[in-house]
C-alpha cells in the first residue's frame, strides 16, 4: 500500500496543492528538543511543482521550525486527505530558511500571494517522498478559511510585526536562534 519515490512526480504534486492544509514536523538535533507537527495556515502549496518544493511561513506565536532548519535543516511534510480518494503523503528533505527581504525570498515571493506577516519562504531540497492508503483518515468538510491570522498581521501593520517577531521568534523554545526580525 505504500510507496516511495526520490522526487515529486507531477500528479502527486498536484495532489498536494489541491490539499485544504499540510503539517510541518521538524526537531533539533538531539534527544531533549521540542520538536512537534504544525499545521500550517495556507491552503496553497504553490512550489511542489518545482524541486525543490517551497512554502510561505508567516509571522506567528514560536520559530520553532525555522530555528530547527537553521541549526539541522531536516524537515518532513505530511498532507492527508480529508475527501476524495484517501491519502496521505510525505516529504521529507532538507529545508532552506529565506527571511523576508532576502534576495532568495525576493526571487520566490511571486509564486505566492502576498500575504501580511509573512517571514519566511522555507525551500525544501526533496530527498524522498512517500504515500500510504489514508483509509483511516476521517472524512472532513472544509468549512473555510480562518483569516484571524491575516486579520491579526493587518492591524499591527509591517513595523508592528517586526517588533512581534523581535520579541517572539528570535530565540526557539529550545533555546535555538529564531528568525531574523
Not at 25 to 41: M, R, V
Request: charged letters at 25%.
Amino acid at each position: 500500500m505504500a510507496d516511495r519515490f526520490s522526487s515529486l512526480r507531477p500528479d502527486l504534486a498536484q495532489w498536494w496543492c489541491d490539499q485544504p492544509m499540510f503539517f510541518v514536523a521538524t526537531a533539533p538535533s538531539g534527544g531533549d528538543g521540542h520538536g512537534q507537527p504544525l499545521a500550517q495556515g495556507l491552503r496553497h502549496v504553490p512550489g511542489p511543482r518545482r524541486q525543490p518544493v517551497a512554502y510561505l511561513d508567516l509571522t506567528g506565536s514560536g520559530g520553532r521550525d525555522i530555528a530547527h532548519l537553521r541549526e539541522n535543516g531536516r524537515v518532513t511534510l505530511m498532507a492527508c486527505a480529508f475527501s476524495g480518494n484517501p491519502r496521505i503523503s510525505r516529504i521529507y528533505g532538507r529545508g532552506r530558511v529565506h527571511g523576508a527581504g532576502s534576495p532568495e525570498f525576493e526571487a520566490l515571493a511571486p509564486q505566492f500571494p502576498d500575504l501580511p506577516g509573512k517571514r519566511a519562504i522555507i525551500d525544501i531540497a526533496v530527498e524522498r517522498v512517500t504515500t500510504s492508503c489514508g483509509y483511516a483518515v476521517p472524512l472532513m468538510d472544509l468549512v473555510d478559511d480562518r483569516e484571524r491570522l491575516l486579520d491579526w498581521a493587518r492591524a499591527k501593520g509591517d513595523d508592528g510585526v517586526v517588533e512581534y517577531r523581535q520579541k517572539k521568534n528570535a530565540v526557539s523554545i529550545d533555546g535555538l536562534p529564531g528568525i531574523d526580525a
